[in-house]
């Protein structure tokens, strides 16, 4: 797991910027649009948490507790809930919080895995 915790770090960092552009767009066309939807908000508050989660994800591959573990199911799950919860126009923060719920699912896994092997 110490290969997956490195490899998603390294893409939510990656895809931080991607996902802040984003949000930014789709914050943008919602305020001239007026249409009261959040999503560019939203967008924000994911990639921020996907940079955190890949930090985390980082930094503690080589652990052996469940801290970092549990750290991660907290920040892509509430990743993917802000994201799959105010998506609206903005489709494409659907397909981000996908991918941090696959992260918080693989983190459960990992926790699981070393409870296990422990």
Excluded at 13 to 36: K, R
Excluded at 61 to 89: H, P, Q, T
């Amino acid at each position: 797991m110490k290969t997956w915790k490195l490899v998603s770090g390294i893409l939510s960092t990656v895809l931080f910027v991607l996902v802040a552009f984003q949000s930014c767009a789709a914050g943008l066309g919602n305020a001239l649009a007026e249409n009261g939807e959040s999503s560019g908000s939203g967008g924000i508050v994911v990639a921020i948490l996907m940079l955190s989660g890949g930090i985390v994800s980082i930094a503690t591959r080589k652990s052996k507790g469940k801290g970092g573990n549990i750290a991660l199911i907290v920040l892509f799950g509430l990743a993917a809930l802000v994201g799959f919860g105010s998506a609206g126009s903005f489709t494409d923060l659907n397909i981000w919080a996908f991918w941090c719920l696959i992260n918080a699912i693989l983190a459960v896994v990992a926790m699981v895995k070393s409870k296990k092997d422990a």
